[in-house]
């Protein structure tokens, strides 16, 4: 048990899995309601693993961080998922995203504390139980566009380019709600306008994504 919405009460947190191969991890914390009763707040998962709280130095509430499988089978196997991190936390209507250590300073970089936050904060990001995320080794925007365009001059298997767009324009958008996708997939495309199509599926699987939920508003208290 941890007081994880910093009202000096503690909330009980446990997490359920459906079984089966890729699915299904449900994230769920118990409070009080001041009357004996308790009330839940869960967020879905689709994969990944149980994930636990962790304290941070400096950070003012236990954080859980997880990856965003929305596009999973979109492009290709589950395996070839392009997995993006994001952290949570629990505020007074339920799990939100922890926007400190999601909010992005310069569009395409992901999130600002990987470089410019403490130290405890950039490890977190950059690995989860022993392994290294996608957060790891982050290049700067105009390194990734010379290699995307590379990809599209060579023409390779679309599987390849693909994932490697999706990538690109989610460490812009997935961090910084300002992103425009549009624009995102006409600068890839530069050698070779109109080789996309318009992506119209990475779209729909970032709409569907916890981190656009969360951004929309919180999971709420039921």
């Known amino acids: 048990m941890l007081d994880l919405d910093g009202d000096g009460q503690p909330e009980l947190a446990s997490s359920y899995w459906t079984g089966g191969a890729h699915c299904c991890f449900t994230q769920v914390v118990f409070r009080t309601n001041g009357k004996g009763g308790v009330i839940a707040t869960r967020l879905a998962q689709e994969d990944y693993g149980e994930s636990s709280w962790r304290r941070l130095p400096g950070y003012p509430r236990p954080v859980m961080l997880l990856y965003d499988f929305s596009s999973a089978y979109a492009f290709g196997g589950f395996a070839e998922t392009v997995t993006m991190p994001y952290v949570v936390e629990i505020g007074p209507q339920g799990f939100r995203l922890a926007a400190q250590l999601m909010q992005a300073r310069e569009p395409g970089w992901g999130p600002a504390a990987l470089r410019d936050g403490p130290a405890a904060w950039a490890s977190f990001l950059r690995r989860n139980d022993g392994n290294d995320t996608r957060l790891a080794r982050v290049q700067a925007p105009e390194k990734r566009l010379e290699a995307l365009h590379r990809l599209v001059k060579d023409d390779p298997g679309k599987g390849v380019l693909l994932r490697a767009a999706e990538e690109h324009i989610k460490l812009y958008c997935y961090y910084d709600a300002r992103c425009d996708v549009p624009s995102l997939i006409r600068a890839i495309e530069g050698p070779r306008p109109g080789m996309l199509g318009g992506f119209p ?14 951004r929309r508003a919180p999971a709420g208290w039921r």
Do not use: Y
């Not at 990475?202 to 969360?214: A, G, Y």
């Open 201 to 214: 599926e990475l779209v729909k699987t970032m709409r569907e994504s916890n981190i656009s939920k969360l």
